[in-house]
């Protein structure tokens, strides 16, 4: 499977379609960055201890490269992630 399809299967066709919009409809820069993403993210999973400051570098590197609006893109998924994560971690002791 290609990064790409990943993020299909992941966002669904609106973000898929929104961030190939932003990469001005370029088949190649969707592959080039969603394995870039993928593997900026492996490799923090790698570290032992995780720090956001990383993902706003991720975010900075994602601009510097593909634009603004691809940025835009990719932290409205990383946000989506986090309250997903957030929402399905909870515990009774929680306050959400």
Known sequence: MKKS??????????????LLEALDWDQNNLERISTY???R???LSDES???FSLITKILNEVEEEWGTAAR???AKMFNTE?????LLNSRSDDVN
């Open 5 to 18: 399809d990943l993020i299909l299967k992941l966002y669904g066709v609106h973000q898929h379609t929104e």
């Open 37 to 39: 993403i993928s593997s």
């Open 41 to 43: 993210l492996t490799s």
């Open 49 to 51: 201890s995780f720090d």
């Open 72 to 74: 835009k893109v990719i």
């Open 82 to 86: 986090v309250l997903r994560l957030n």
